[in-house]
């Protein structure tokens, strides 16, 4: 005789396990995401580390005096976004659209101010505009996590003006002038 039980327990252990291989193979990428005001408002780099960015986006046009890191978090990025609350009262909502080659594509919106699609490698980092805070610029880096990465030294910041050219007007990068606050 059959045991009716045995086969519903069948059915289930099958959908756990099909659920739990669902969920491993889950792309997922670990990033660090940091909130930069970038202002005109004094000379402060705060931590020292951002006088790199700072060089970076002068030799771009964008003529800011001061940058200050008003947070960061490690984040782990998949299909479902993940939301940062930003200081200016919009919200920032990263998700994961594809991972290929060690090359993340991430789509990143800004409440009330912009969508894209920006693409992370290994080394480097991003930069998104975030809207305007205190007299300056926010500004969302998006760098992979370095817990993850191998212990090797980003030497360069893939085209940070391009990203914000598109924030800033949407000329071409070359001709950039930051905005007079």
Same mark, same amino acid.
């Given at each position: ?6 086969? /519903? /327990? ?17 792309? =997922?990428? /670990? ?10 408002? $004094? ?8 006088? !790199?960015? =700072?060089?970076?986006?002068?030799? =771009? ?7 200050? !890191? ?8 998949? /299909? ?9 009262? !919009?919200?920032?909502?990263? !998700?994961?659209?594809?991972? =290929? ?22 080394? $480097? ?18 760098? &992979? ?12 910041? &893939? ?23």
């Amino acid at each position: 005789m059959r045991n009716p039980g045995g086969s /519903r /327990r069948a059915i289930g252990v099958m959908v756990l396990l099909t659920s739990f291989a669902t969920f491993a193979a889950e792309p =997922k990428v /670990r990033v660090t995401a940091e909130v930069i005001l970038a202002s005109n408002q $004094g000379n402060t780099i705060d931590p020292p580390g951002l006088v !790199r960015m =700072k060089n970076q986006f002068s030799q =771009k046009g964008f003529a800011f005096s001061s940058y200050r !890191r008003l947070s960061s978090e490690k984040l782990v990025l998949v /299909r479902k976004g993940v939301e940062i609350k930003l200081p200016n009262l !919009r919200t920032a909502t990263l !998700r994961l659209e594809d991972m =290929k080659g060690g090359t993340a594509t991430v789509k990143v919106e800004i409440s009330g101010l912009a969508s894209t699609t920006l693409t992370l490698g290994r080394e $480097g980092s991003l930069f998104q505009h975030a809207g305007d805070h205190e007299g300056g610029q926010l500004i969302l880096v998006l760098s &992979p996590d370095r817990g993850t990465q191998p212990r090797r030294t980003a030497l360069g910041t &893939p085209r940070p003006a391009e990203v914000l050219a598109r924030e800033f007007g949407g000329g071409d990068a070359g001709d950039l002038v930051a905005p007079s606050p």
